[in-house]
Every structure is written in C-alpha cells, then in structure tokens.
C-alpha cells in the first residue's frame, strides 16, 4: 500500500496538477482571407490535444493587435463552450480527449466570425486558457484570476475590400434568328479584387422576360483572380426582344445594369443578318426591299419595273437624272457638288444624308463612305473583334480591348481600368506599395518592405529573413508562442 502511494504521489506535480502530459496545439496563425465591409465570414481555428490524457479548456480571448482591446471584428461565438465544470447548468469549459489518430474527439473546429466595419487590415492575438500543464507560459484566468492557467496562442489576421468585379461584354445581340429557335450566348464574370464575388441570381427586365434566360446555376462563386462563364439562353419568336441583365451580387458593379441583351431587333444590331441581300443596308437603315440587291437608298431608279429601286417612297418616278441634287444637299448620286468630297450622295432623297454629314448610331450609312455606323460606339472601327459599346476601350487600337494581356506601356490593354497591373510600378495586391517601392510579394496583401512579420514562414517585412522578430532575431516572430516543457516519459 505504501509503494503505490508513493508511486501516485510521484505522477503529480507540484501544484497538483497530474504530470501525464496534457498538451494544447493550434496553428501559429490563421488568414481568415478577404470579406467585403460588412459582411461577415465564418472561419475556423483548429484546436488539437496532443496529450496523453484528456485536456479542458476554459477560457478564449482576441485581442486587437492595433489598440490591445478586446477585438471587434473578430467574433468568438461561446457556444464552443459545452461542459458544465462548475454544476451551475451553463456550458463554461470545453473538454478535448487525449490524443488519438482514430478520433475527432481530440480535436475542435472552433468557428471565429471576421466582421469588418470598413475597409482595411485587420490582425489580433487569440489566447486560450486550459490545463495544459506541458507550456511554461501561465497566466490568470479571466473570469477567475485567482486560478492560473496554461496559456496558447494563434494569431488571426485578414482583409476586408469591397468585391471588384466586371461583366464582358457589355452588350449581347442575338441577332435576327428564325421563330421557335433556341440559341446560347454567354458573358464572362471577371473576379479583378480580394473579395470572392457571390452571385445569388441573375434577372432580367423589359421584354427579355420569358424569352431570355440564365443557364448557369446559382448561386455562383468567382474567386480572386479567376473568372466564371454565364451562359445566356435565347427562344427566338416573331417578336424583337431587348433589355437588361443585372445580376443579384456582394459586388457593387454587379449590381446595377450589366449587360444590354437584345434578339430579332434590327435597331441597334451590328448582326449582318439584317442585310439579307448583301447591298450595303439593312431594313431598318432604309433598305425598302431586303431580298433584292438592285433596291437600296444609293440605287438608281430604272422606269418601266414597276420598283421603288431608290426607295424614296415613289415608285418609277420620271425626269430625276442623276446629276440633279434632289435633296438640296450639295452632292449629287455621280458625286458632283460642293458637298461631295470626292463621294457621291448615296441617298439623294434625304438630306440629311450625305459625303459631308456626320456619321450616326442609326444603322445607316449618314456619311457615304461605303461603312455603315463606323467611328460611334457600334462599329467595330479597329477590326480587333469588340466595339466601344460591347467594352473595347480604344476602338481604334487592334493592341487594346477586353480579351488582350495586360503590358508595361502606360496604356489600359485590357479595359480594366486600371493600367500597367502586373507591371513593377503598380500595386497588384493592395498593400500600399509597388514592386519598384520595395514590395517582394506584390501577389500578397502582408508583405511588403517594413510590414509585420507574423510566424506564418514567409518573409513579411522583405528583409530576405523569414519570421524574424523586432530584434532581427530569426524565429522572433513566433516568440509569441508559449515553450513547452521538456518531454515527459
């Protein structure tokens, strides 16, 4: 009976705590990411017993890095709280089994909510009080200083910055297309920030309502850096559809109209489709008859076939040589007259129409070069494939539009706006600092010449040391960390 109670009293230490290890472990730090300001991310701290017998924790606290205070933005909900140690029917502990490759009892997914106010960074120190009796850090319990506790500790930091986000193109025509048909188009969702963009839903107004629709399900997640394909689905009927795509979004740019979609409306429409006989006009530029090439405003009228061949409304009209200005507008149809510049009229029944009018969005040819809606938002003037309309920035630069790379020319390549990104003078990740400025990472948001080096081993602060401390001392970034005791047997 002796020998075993001298053997019990030597498992005990000198406070009475059992010398059987009790061991708590996280990881040194935890990047909770980017969320936009005000909005809220749950995210997880893992906890692990690596003990040999069962450990308890009692006690968790985040303190703001900035101003030492109990932290705002990073939210601890106490449910982790569930065992009742002191009888009085609330949760004020939480026990962890030993340690043990074939369980989950050993370990605790602790749910930390990031709730910024506004935009910026954010970082702070979690501290957890238990009966680890293997850490040489000890301090007072909160809620009972009259009782010490082993202490660990994580660090926590992330980001908040408002999604970016951008819809290409910007305008989606159909085209003229036969009654009863399906067809698929679709618009690129370009995430250009931080903050994962959450598309709940996309909608659709004016007369798109019941023939164009979303094929893509939702709700839709686009990554930082990445970009999602929606897919646009159109039944074509008699009828012209138009309006607007909008799309239900965390991203302030999703919000408001982002595309204009439209089907079977020649107004507005670049689609060769609506000139069927290949003259040079579509019906809803004046083409009076469609399907015959010899009938356009820029044709001459022939008497004795019963057409309206130059589609000025009158029908084999006599004594209208082609010399003569009809419209007063000083060029005539063979090209003579002040007004003419070396063109000819090409609709001599319309004054507003002529070599010396300025072209028009209106589907016609207003300035008789031969090019229908060329230098305005329509046309497609540099040949590159977009118009400034459909989100080409410089429409007379094949080298700029929405789909080339980005280069270090002074110059928005890809319609971003922003220019040279990726390039040694601008700030990809938002730090504050440039490549040319000292930053060593301009891919991460936490390094950067003179940044705080968390014990996350990387090179924070660009000083070519990972994890090292105030004092230059590597490793002096985890000095945060409790020590542990030497092994026990």
Same mark, same amino acid.
């Given at each position: 009976m002796t020998t075993l109670l001298l053997s019990l009293l030597a498992c005990r230490s000198e406070t009475g705590t059992d010398a059987i290890p009790r061991r708590l472990e996280s990881f040194p730090y935890v990047d909770a990411g980017a969320v936009a300001p005000l909005d809220r991310r749950s995210f997880i701290v893992p906890l692990f017993s690596t003990g040999r017998t069962k450990l308890r924790v009692f006690d968790m606290q985040i303190l703001d890095d900035a101003t030492g205070a109990p932290s705002e933005v990073f939210q601890l909900d106490d449910a982790w709280r569930t065992e009742d140690s002191d009888g009085d029917g609330v949760g004020d502990a939480r026990d962890l089994a030993a340690y043990d490759e074939e369980s989950d009892d050993d370990t605790l997914a602790l749910p930390v909510v990031f709730a910024p106010p506004v935009e910026g960074f954010y970082s702070a120190v979690m501290t957890m009080w238990s009966d680890d009796n293997e850490t040489t850090e000890r301090a007072p319990l909160p809620t009972n200083p009259d009782r010490e506790m082993g202490v660990w500790k994580v660090q926590l930091r992330a980001v908040s910055q408002y999604a970016c986000a951008r819809v290409i193109p910007a305008f989606l025509d159909f085209g003229a297309r036969p009654s009863g048909g399906q067809f698929t188009d679709s618009v690129s969702i370009e995430n250009c920030g931080l903050v994962r963009i959450d598309i709940a839903q996309a909608n659709f107004d004016g007369t798109l309502v019941g023939s164009v629709e979303s094929g893509t399900l939702y709700p839709l997640y686009v990554l930082p850096g990445e970009s999602s394909a929606v897919d646009i689905r159109y039944t074509a009927?008699?009828?012209?559809?138009?309006?607007?795509?909008?799309?239900?979004?965390?991203?302030?740019?999703?919000?408001? !109209?982002? *595309?204009? +979609?439209?089907?079977?409306?020649? &107004?507005? #429409?670049?689609?060769p489709g609506w000139d069927q006989d290949n003259d040079g006009w579509s019906s809803c530029g004046g083409d009076c008859d469609d399907l015959d090439y010899s009938m356009s405003p820029s044709a001459f009228e022939r008497a004795g076939n019963s057409k309206d061949d130059d589609c000025d409304g009158e029908v084999d009209e006599a004594g209208n040589p082609t010399s003569t200005d009809d419209d007063g507008d000083g060029c005539n149809e063979v090209g003579q007259g002040a007004s003419c510049f070396g063109f000819k009229d090409c609709d001599d029944a319309d004054a507003t129409i002529s070599p010396a009018a300025v072209e028009l969005a209106d589907d016609v040819d207003n300035d008789c070069d031969g090019a229908i809606d060329n230098d305005t938002e329509r046309s497609d003037d540099d040949g590159d494939g977009l118009s400034e309309r459909e989100g080409d920035c410089d429409d007379s630069s !094949?080298? *700029?539009? +929405?789909?080339?790379?980005?280069? &270090?020319? #002074?110059?928005d390549n890809d319609c971003d706006g922003a220019i040279d990104e990726g390039g040694p003078d601008y700030d990809d990740d938002g730090d504050g600092m440039t490549d040319n400025e000292g930053d060593c990472d301009d891919g991460d948001p936490w390094a950067y010449t003179g940044a705080f080096e968390f014990c996350d081993y990387y090179d924070n602060d660009c000083d070519d040391v990972v994890d090292n401390g105030e004092d230059g001392a590597e490793n002096g970034a985890c000095a945060f960390l409790p020590e542990r005791k030497a092994a026990t047997n």
């Open positions: 009927s008699s009828s012209p559809v138009s309006g607007n795509l909008s799309f239900v979004s965390n991203a302030e740019a999703l919000t408001g !109209v982002a *595309v204009a +979609i439209q089907g079977n409306l020649c &107004t507005g #429409s670049d689609s !094949v080298l *700029v539009n +929405i789909g080339v790379a980005e280069t &270090t020319d #002074s110059i």
